[in-house]
Structures are given as C-alpha cells and as structure tokens.
C-alpha cells in the first residue's frame, strides 16, 4: 500500500498529519458566488444532474477555502429522486414528498437503486472531479441516512419536532422496518457507487437521528446504520457517521461501525471521543453560527475544538452542522489558514 | 419540621416515597377538554388573568389524570406582559414580540416587576390553588430562564435554530450581558412572588438551552441561572431545572444549583443521574410522541425510565418535553395510574 498523500484521509484513518485537515458540510454550496450564479441559472436539481457544472461547484470551495476535501454535490434526496420519487427542493421550505409513505403498499415507489441509469451523473461528477483534484485532496461521497431520509418520505416535508414519523414508526412497526430494509439497500448501492466512481470518503448523514431516544434509536435505527457500514467495510474507505443532538445516544451510534464520528457543537469534543472509544477518528465540532461571530470569538472557540481534540491523530476539524447560508466566504477561508496553522504549531510546540 | 405529606415534594428531596409520582408539562392546557371550552371563550393571556378560571384549568388535570402535581397555568412570557412587553401569542407560531431587543436601549422596554401591581393574578391564583388542592398534591410554579427568554426578545418570534440569537450574543456582548441581567432580576422577583403565594416548588424552563454548546453555556448562561437559584435557595422549596437536548452540557448545567434536574428523552435516565450527581434528584424523561404509540409501546418505554430510576429515592416522573397537544387525555391518565402501580411494585420488589 501506497502511502496516502490527503492530509483527511489520513486522519480519518488516525495516522499522524502535520496539521488538522479541515472541511465543511454544505462548503459546496450556498455560500460561494460561483454556486449562487449558477442557481441563479438553474433550479437545484437541474443543476445536479449535470456532471461538468457539479464539478466546478465542488471545486469551488477547493480553490477559495483551501479545505481539505471536495464533497459531491447532491443533495440527500438524491438517490430517491434517480428512482422516480417525487420530491421537490421548495425555497425556504426544504424536500416536499407528494405522496408520503403509510402504507406497505406506498413503498412500490422505492424500488431498487440502478446507479448507471438512475445516477450517472454522480458517478460521472465523481470520475472528474477524481482527474481535476490533486492528490492531496480528499473526495468526499455522501449519502442520507434511511432514517433522515425517512423523515421526509413519512412526514412529507422537514419538520420541526419529527412527531409524526415516530409516532408512524411506533404505530407501524412492521412498515417501519420494510421502508428502513428498502432505504438502506439503496443506500448501501447509492454509496457503492460513488466508491467505484472514485469517492475516497463516504459520509453517512443521519442529520434528524437526534431526536430519537436511546432506546428507539437502537430498536428503530441501529440496525440499518450497521448493516450499511458492514456492506462498505471491505472498501478500504473511511466511513464517517453524521448526527446533531446525538450527545445522549452517541455510545449506541459508534456501535454502528464508522471508522469517523462527527458531532455537533452541544457536547466537548474530548467528551464525546472518550465516550465513543479512541478506536475511531472524531469529525467537528465547531458551531455554525460561530463564524458569524466577531473574528476573536470565532478563534476562541476553533482553539477550543483544537485544544480538546489535543493533536491526537484521527481528529477531521468541521463544523457541527452546515454552513449557515449567510455566512462570509472571506470568514471561512480566513478560518481554514487559522485552523492549518494554529494545528501545526500546536504539533511543535509537541502538546501531551 | 412537619413530615410534607405530597410525594412530589418528598421527591424533589430525594426522601423515600411509596410510589414515583408523575406530573406532566403542559398538563394544564391544550389536551383537556375543559380548557378548550375556555379557549373558545378567551384568547391565552385574558385567561391567563383570572385567577377563578386559572385555578380550575390548574385543578383539571389533578382530577382528570390524577397527577401528584398542580401548576399554575401561565406562559413563560407572563412576567414580560406583566411589565408592558408588547409580546403576543400568536396562534399556531407562539409568542411574537414587536419591538425586538437588538440595543442598550431597546432594555427599556424590561422594567423591574413589580409583582402586585403587574402580576397579582398570578398571585391570587396560586393562593387559590393552596386553598383547594390537597396536601399531597404539589403546587408548582415557574418561570422562563433568561436565555429561552431572550430567544424570543432578540429573534422577536420562536426559531428553528436560534441563529439570530446566538450571532447577537457574540456580536454584542455587552447589550447581552445587560439583557440578561435584567431577565434575572426579573425572574428572581417573579419565583420569589409565586413561592410567597403558596408555591411549593419552582421550575426554571430553560427550554432552548440545549442549542448552545459548552463553552458558549458557560460564559454567556450559566451566571444568570446561578444567581437565580442562589436569590431562591434560602426559602426551602425545591429548585427544577429544565432544559432540551442538553445531554452534552448537563454536568455543566447541573453547577447552577437546583434541586431537581429535569432531562429530554435524549440521553438514558440513569446515564444523565450519574452525570449530574446523585446529590440531585432527577425528573424526566418520557419521549411525548410514545403517548401517541400503541399501549404496550408506551408502557414498555415508561417501565424503561422505571428501571433507569431503579427506585431511588429522588425521581419525579415526567415528559422530556411538554404533552403533545393531540394527546388522548384518557392515555394521560392510564399513564399515570401505570407508573404509580409499577413504581410501587418496584419498590415492593426490592429492586436494588
């Protein structure tokens, strides 16, 4: 084996780097000028199916952040839309499912995931995006989560407080698990995919699971989430598990079988690497809503995560949750050098 | 000292009880039938100021679900409409506020209360509500904490993520730290008003709390919910502190001094006990949406927090969060003759 070159890669496999790699969830996207001229063109998922343009929004942030990684540009819905669902990205609203699903019989709308038909044009994102980056930058894939996922197909539209799915999935508990059996097969090929195509990282979103208790989320969730880990594992691609408000189930979820944790902002990131094992690499944990902060609060509280995450090697410096839409690119960038350099010196100046 | 004959209040002194006993958040209100009738008759806050009708929609969930607890209904923004605050619950969004706080002067808005003046409803009503509950129901009061307070003076209605909010604490610390300073002042009256009218425990809702990460917790809340439960802790009624998604800040949350600490049904009981220390009683932690679950669901995640709680002196069983208003008020109530069975059950068995 090759030594790998990609700082995030590395760690994400908790080999030593000269400084913390750094990448955002939603960097490819509503916060770069490039991205927003060419919504301004295109609607989202028209946008999406075309490979060439995909690339360059991923790129983007590459050239004006300097980050770590390039992610895929899709949205989570992505793959349901490949097979025929019909989901609509409404402004300010979010996935609009016409037809939720409540019945056995409402899940004929799910069938299988034929990736060369019903997204090549992820893989096609993917190989390009592969050839134009340099090899010191990871590519990232992702995928929604069948539970995150299902929040939507069940409630129809996002949601505040996720009543309705869960009291659907404790009402029927036996369409429950044949929507979770369906979302994660096709997960499991959509992510297949994107690895063949040349994703080097695959990020599990399970954005929603947080508002689950421990003992729903182990009866209703778990098994899905290891079942789509352990289909991936023998890829020798680092896999990474994604939630928000999962400080009180985040024990059960490393269970699941991620090589990466990442977490959100509301619990200290050494905290939760204790409690999910040093086993695994840990992701974040920065709040979003930081980098709107006056620039030394915004340091303050990236030491922070630099501090308690200690130099260890595994640590992938991100946010807790998405780049909000308003934020500065200027802030962003200026963050990524900070994070770059301050890791670096933490590393010399050799921190126990 | 008398023996206190309420179980509640047994409790939230981690004395020995023969059963756990339950309240609900939210139980006086939207569920119950009566209360609907009186809604059809009077918007919230023309309710909210006779006392009579208080009293009654306080007193129908003790007959009606047989909880160990009375509260006294009111709306955490009760005080503010007290002191001249143009706030309105509109219905279906929750409490709009017209001139949102952004400056030092906008403070004017936040006199000092004066509690027979600007609240003497409230007063009446929980004397009241001593008169004619029994001595082994509670009577409970509350107040909104600072933060979940001034969510909703600096956004000027309920958000989703509390960006603006958060972005204006670091961006002005000052106004912040003034804004919450008096929020303070004005709670410490509001409590220290409704304990001398005959309440017989205080919770502080600090309902949004959960979306602030440590440090953020520390530096910008912690204070003022110190200072509050410091001002009341001299006048022997137990303190609760509630909050949300607060699983990764609870050690800290649990420094500000309240008796009883009231989680989400996001983390374990018995994992959250052991965190915030067993020299605090504990109060949680149903999921809300279970109530909307098939019988054996429910019961089966009501006997979890039972087991979780182990029969040790000091639990109050309660929600995670405020009853949903779709709730079967017959479910409420078989709820609660279950956990006072099962509970005694437990005790009887000997469990360790």
Not at 10 to 38: H, I, K, S
Not at 81 to 106: A, C
Not at 281 to 293: F, K
Not at 325 to 340: F, M, S
Request: glycine fraction near 6%; include cysteine.
């Amino acid at each position: 084996m090759t030594t790998v070159q990609s700082p995030l890669l590395r760690a994400a496999r908790r080999e030593a780097t000269d400084y913390t790699p750094v990448w955002f969830m939603r960097q490819a996207g509503r916060t770069l000028p490039e991205y927003r001229r060419l919504r301004e063109q295109y609607d989202f998922f028209t946008l999406a199916q075309q490979p060439e343009l995909c690339a360059r929004v991923s790129l983007e942030p590459v050239k004006r952040l300097g980050v770590d990684a390039a992610i895929i540009f899709a949205d989570i819905v992505t793959p349901l839309l490949g097979i025929g669902v019909d989901v609509k990205l409404v402004e300010s609203v979010g996935p609009v499912v016409s037809s939720p699903i409540r019945t056995l019989e409402d899940l004929t709308q799910l069938r299988e995931l034929e990736p060369e038909q019903d997204i090549a044009y992820v893989s096609e994102t993917l190989r390009i995006l592969r050839r134009e980056l340099p090899e010191t930058v990871a590519l990232i894939g992702f995928a929604g989560a069948p539970f995150t996922l299902a929040t939507y197909l069940v409630e129809g539209r996002p949601s505040r407080d996720y009543t309705q799915v869960k009291s659907f999935m404790y009402s029927e508990p036996r369409v429950w698990h044949a929507l979770m059996e369906r979302l994660s097969a096709i997960t499991i090929t959509y992510l297949t995919a994107q690895i063949e195509a040349g994703a080097q990282v695959v990020q599990l979103f399970d954005s929603w699971v947080g508002w689950l208790g421990p003992a729903d989320y182990a009866e209703y969730v778990l098994p899905y989430s290891q079942r789509i880990f352990q289909a991936l594992r023998g890829r020798d691609v680092p896999l990474i598990h994604f939630g928000t408000t999962t400080a009180g189930i985040l024990e059960l979820m490393a269970t699941a079988g991620a090589d990466v944790m990442s977490v959100d902002w509301r619990i200290p990131l050494d905290a939760a690497w204790e409690r999910v094992g040093t086993e695994v690499a840990i992701q974040g944990n920065l709040d979003p809503v930081t980098l709107l902060a006056p620039r030394e609060v915004l340091r303050s509280r990236a030491d922070d995560v630099l501090r308690r995450a200690n130099g260890r090697p595994g640590h992938i410096f991100n946010l807790g949750h998405g780049l909000l839409p308003q934020t500065n690119p200027d802030e962003i960038a200026a963050l990524v050098t900070y994070v770059h350099e301050q890791s670096q010196q933490y590393r010399q100046q050799g921190a126990a």
